[in-house]
């Protein structure tokens, strides 16, 4: 077999020849990309500094903290990666999370709903404002960014409205599944981690292995040649941006399980950045076309690795950010040139 007809080992999937040659012979693309090694060892570097440094970090104590705070920021990348590779972006998903956990926390202290009807709740709540996002960016042909900044801001007016100026306060213990609490874990694991594991391992497997992951990749690549292809690249679009929101709808569940009986109104901050910058540091292009749900895992591993260590090293939570700003920078830095060695080669 030539090596033309082999699939790509770098995230994207295979070509027409490669397809063909995958379902003859079985050939598929390596597991894992040299990226994602990269990061696996910078994470086991980290570790081992910071069990040195400090050696609370590798008890129950604060490892469990520290995968409950991954989780949600994961479970949105994960959706995120997805709108990456499809040439998109979402920068409302803070805005999200405010509308879903209020809702959600509102209803449990007025209604006193059960676990499933909670979590339902929000994940339908989620699902709407992802099918918003997904209607005027398939159907309105405007570049992401613009309307999911505009969105950002209408759903975080619509977050504060909810609140009305004010916390939420009694909210029961109806989401302790997803705490750090012993409800919370199965054999010292969370559960939010390792629900999130399993949405990982089916996005993984639904974009290594399916025609319908494929036309993702091609969406991102170019949009008008997968249109041609015969893709419907608006339905794929719309898609993708509604599971994104149905997959933050299940993280805001997740984040309140994360705080006490009280939810105030700036829950979410930030999390649109945590997760783009897991997505980047994942391996993802920021151009579309290539990207990795276990890139994006490492990704938001790395990220809360870094942001609980400098906590429990006592340095300012400033040096958090810069640490991973640097890393995103590393990551648009290799993604280009690995860019420029393609056109060149």
Aim: glycine share 14%; hydrophobic share 55%.
């Amino acid at each position: 077999m030539s090596s033309s007809t082999l699939a790509p080992t770098d995230g994207t999937p295979p070509g027409p020849r490669a397809h063909t040659a995958t379902a003859r012979g079985r050939v598929l693309p390596f597991p894992i990309t040299g990226q994602e090694i990269v990061l696996i060892v910078v994470i086991a570097v980290l570790w081992a500094v910071l069990a040195v440094a400090t050696p609370a970090f590798l008890t129950g104590g604060s490892i469990v903290p520290l995968l409950v705070a991954m989780a949600p920021v994961a479970l949105i990348g994960i959706g995120m990666t997805i709108i990456i590779i499809t040439g998109g972006i979402d920068v409302s998903v803070a805005g999200m999370v405010m509308v879903c956990a209020v809702v959600v926390a509102k209803t449990m202290v007025g209604s006193g709903v059960s676990l499933p009807v909670a979590v339902l709740l929000s994940v339908l709540v989620g699902g709407v404002l992802g099918l918003v996002n997904g209607l005027l960016i398939a159907y309105g042909r405007v570049h992401a960014i613009i309307i999911t900044f505009g969105t950002a801001n209408l759903f975080e007016f619509l977050g504060l409205r909810i609140f009305g100026g004010s916390t939420v306060n009694g909210i029961p213990g109806t989401l302790g599944f997803f705490g750090r609490g012993d409800a919370g874990r199965t054999l010292g694991v969370p559960h939010s981690f390792l629900i999130m594991l399993l949405v990982a391992a089916a996005a993984w497997y639904y974009l290594r292995h399916t025609a319908g992951g494929r036309h993702l990749y091609a969406i991102g690549g170019d949009a008008d040649a997968a249109r041609l292809a015969g893709v419907k690249v608006q339905r794929r679009v719309l898609s993708a941006y509604v599971l994104t929101g149905l997959l933050t709808g299940l993280a805001a569940c997740f984040v309140i399980a994360q705080g006490t009986s009280t939810l105030a109104p700036n829950v979410g901050t930030g999390m649109e950045l945590s997760a783009i910058a897991a997505v980047v540091i994942g391996g993802t292009s920021i151009m579309g076309g290539r990207g990795s749900v276990l890139g994006t895992v490492l990704g938001a591993l790395l990220v809360q690795t870094v942001t609980s260590g400098v906590t429990q090293l006592g340095w300012r939570s400033q040096l958090a950010s810069l640490f991973i700003g640097i890393f995103i920078l590393i990551a648009v830095g290799a993604d280009l040139l690995r860019q420029r060695a393609r056109r060149t080669a």
